[in-house]
């Protein structure tokens, strides 16, 4: 619950509202929220549906790119076994994650009702939660990058390692460097042979690691956007632009100088000097 934007939204907006800052932001933030709660609840006859719709909409789009990958993409030839194999790992995950959303259902038809509600306290927390949503509903996307990012990291250590080996050479640690080194016969053999099949199985992984590396940068573009949105809600400078529209520029008139209190401007001075220091405050009207 903690790594949530909801919650860590919560914690933003409690601290711009204890602190007085940006009353005009938070009733701007509120109208808004209410203005999209009304058109929620007024437009959409079962608001809940549209988040299943996008589930199912997602994962066929997901069955489609595997398609895709299914056959020759781009007019690359991918190793077929291999290829095979994710093909039925992720189609199966799929399935999974297909079964897990039919199954909560009746909670996502709640959750949206939930969002439009969220609109008494304000449009950022309706994005807020908004983006918990998506960040649910792609999560097979995300544990399917997860998946190739690590086999493709373990291959390119392997090869790297394995092409040291084939060159003769070996990483010294104790100096810090690549020196040569006399394997035996059977080292060698059997490092040519991993050396190989890891090198034509790697364009298959590096398809499918660039694949989905690319719809995770998408997701995560379309979360960073409504993030910059809900921060830039609470701190845009709604007060000082109203104040120069309605009463144009500060001038030298408008400047009000107070005297502070000793108690204000006791932290200005040491405690041991007896030097008495009067400060000004300088605000616009």
Known sequence: MVHTSIYKHFKEWQKT???????????????????????????????????????????????????????????????IHLNNFFLDCFKYHIELWSTFLDFIEPLVRQVFLAIGAFGCLGLTFQIALLVDLISIIGLHSHCFYIYTKVLYNVERKGLS??????????????????????????????????????????????????????????????????????????SLPIEGCMKRVLKGCNDIDCLQIKDVSPQERAFLLHKNQKISVTVYKITAL
Do not use: C
């Not at 009304?38 to 789009?61: N, R």
């Not at 060159?167 to 080194?181: A, V």
């Not at 398809?207 to 956007?225: C, D, E, N, P, R």
């Open 17 to 79: 509202y204890d602190e007085r800052s940006r009353p005009a932001n938070i009733a701007l933030d509120r109208i808004l929220g209410i203005i999209l709660m009304l058109i929620l609840f007024s437009l959409a006859t079962q608001p809940g549906d549209f988040l299943i719709q996008i589930s199912h909409y997602v994962i066929d789009e997901l069955y489609s790119l595997l398609k895709v990958l299914e056959g020759s993409p781009i007019g690359l030839k991918l190793n």
């Open 161 to 234: 390692v394995l092409w040291q080996v084939v060159r003769g050479n070996r990483y010294n640690i104790l100096k810090g460097r690549t020196e040569s080194h006399n394997y035996m016969n059977r080292q060698l053999y059997l490092a040519t042979i991993f050396f190989s099949a890891i090198l034509f199985l790697f364009p298959t992984t590096l398809v499918y690691y660039i694949v989905f590396a690319a719809l995770k940068a998408l997701t995560f573009a379309t979360l960073s956007i409504f993030e910059f949105v809900r921060r830039q809600i609470l």
